[in-house]
Nanobody, 124 residues
Framework: QVQLVESGGGLVQAGDSLRLSCIASGRTFSINAMGWFRQAPGKEREFVAAINWSGDITYYPDFVKGRFTISRVNAKNTVYLQMNSLKPEDTAGYYC?????????????????WGQGTQVTVSS
């Protein structure tokens, strides 16, 4: 089992920044990659960023490139999502996830473990 705990969400204004954190515990040796997804009310869960467990390869969808940065501190088993230039459309619940295998990294179905989520609300 892997446990994931997110933190760092909140209410901010458009243009502000937030840093989300995700701490992994348990059988972390089985993790292949970590991802961040988001889900707004009435919408499907959406890929935001991912990083391999060694922390040297990152993945982003086009709509966050240049604004969001995913990183990992190995010693702390912690993954961060730095979000800059936030927009109202970034408002969503943000979820950290752990992938154990090598399936498509952009697909939520590839991830076996999920955190409880942290809410990000961006006002205009």
């Amino acid at each position: 089992q892997v446990q994931l705990v997110e933190s760092g969400g909140g209410l901010v204004q458009a243009g502000d920044s937030l840093r989300l954190s995700c701490i992994a515990s348990g059988r972390t040796f089985s993790i292949n990659a970590m991802g961040w997804f988001r889900q707004a009310p009435g919408k499907e869960r959406e890929f935001v960023a991912a990083i391999n467990w060694s922390g040297d390869i990152t993945y982003y969808p086009d709509f966050v490139k240049g604004r969001f940065t995913i990183s990992r501190v190995n010693a702390k088993n912690t993954v961060y999502l730095q979000m800059n230039s936030l927009k109202p459309e970034d408002t969503a619940g943000y979820y950290c996830a752990a992938r154990l295998g090598s399936n498509y990294i952009y697909d939520a179905r590839s991830y076996a473990y999920w955190g409880q989520g942290t809410q990000v609300t961006v006002s205009s």
